[in-house]
């Protein structure tokens, strides 16, 4: 009984990379303080940051349910709790139902106009699996996911989408999928074999680099155009500056003929690149 007490939450933390959060969590928080161009209450905060864990858990469970047999066929992702029978289909089906009622617990706490549009992201989470079947776009799909975090959780305060949040939004939409393009070249050989679509695997690796740097430098272009509509501070611009220059930093350590770095420009610098943005702009509404 205590094994399994202690067992299951790391399966089901493991299954759904709970790590990663950090890279849209700070970009809902982003989206909050910039609403009210200022700190926001701890209630509101609270229930962002909890409808945010129950929404990644359950796209990422859902992921991981729909793509249980490509990962199986794949060396890279075969070791997954699903393929490998740690966790049963039933299981995280039930993991699903679970995250997604925390999901709607939270998002009936917050404004009105998100207890209308939160069936957008589920459906979104649940075509995203089958988008690498038919196409490369996929990677943008991705991004345009997450890049509701910052939309959300403004509209979860103020009960209205302006543009400002919808250039926030395009920035995360745009540097994921950038990443994103990056990370398929993980499984490029297995994606060709098996018939499916990324840009890697359609496109080249060269082409899937012109793609990722194009992504990153229009990251840079939509946060400063929100920080123009925003009229944002000093310390805001400082932050799109360091965006910038952590990004530039990240395609250095990986190119077409060398991506040896890829863990380290994947995971790490993306992880420090939404702590580093979002500490310029907490620090931006307080001071």
């Known amino acids: 009984m205590t094994s399994a007490v202690t067992r299951y939450p790391r399966l089901f933390l493991s299954l759904v990379k709970f790590e990663h959060t950090v890279f849209a969590l700070p970009f809902a928080y982003i989206g909050a303080f910039l609403a009210v161009d200022g700190v926001p209450g701890a ?6 940051t909890v409808a945010m864990v129950g929404a990644r858990s359950l796209a990422m469970a859902l992921n991981r349910l729909i793509d249980a047999g490509i990962d199986a066929r ?26 997604l009622a925390v999901f709607l617990v939270a998002v009936y706490q917050l404004a009105p106009i998100v207890r209308w549009l939160w069936p ?23 991004g345009a996911v997450d890049g509701l975090a910052p939309v959300g959780a403004w509209a979860a ?3 209205d989408l302006p543009l400002e949040a919808w250039l926030l939004g395009a920035a995360v939409a745009v540097w994921v999928a950038g990443f994103d393009v990056l990370y398929s ?10 018939g499916l679509h ?9 082409v899937a680099f012109v793609v990722a740097r194009a992504c990153h430098a229009a990251t840079v272009v939509f946060l400063a155009s929100a920080g123009l509509a925003l009229d944002a501070g000093v310390l805001y611009w400082l932050g799109v500056a360091a965006v910038a220059g952590l990004l530039l930093y990240e395609h250095s350590l990986v190119s077409p003929r060398d991506t040896s770095r890829l863990d380290m420009a994947f995971f790490t ?5 939404s702590l580093t943005f979002f500490a310029f702009v907490l620090a931006d509404v307080v001071v």
């Open 43 to 48: 209630a509101e905060l609270l229930w962002i």
């Open 157 to 159: 305060i103020t009960n």
């Open 198 to 206: 990324s840009v890697p695997a359609r496109f080249g690796v060269p």
């Open 120 to 142: 957008i992201p589920v459906a979104a989470f649940v075509v995203y699996p089958y988008l690498k079947r038919g196409t490369w776009l996929s990677h943008f799909w991705l």
């Open 74 to 99: 794949n060396p890279r992702t075969a070791g997954r709790e699903l393929p490998r029978g740690a966790l049963t289909p039933w299981q995280v089906g039930l993991f699903c139902l679970a995250s």
């Open 269 to 273: 610098m993306n992880g420090v690149i």
């Open 185 to 194: 070249l993980f499984d490029l050989e297995h994606d060709r074999a098996h």
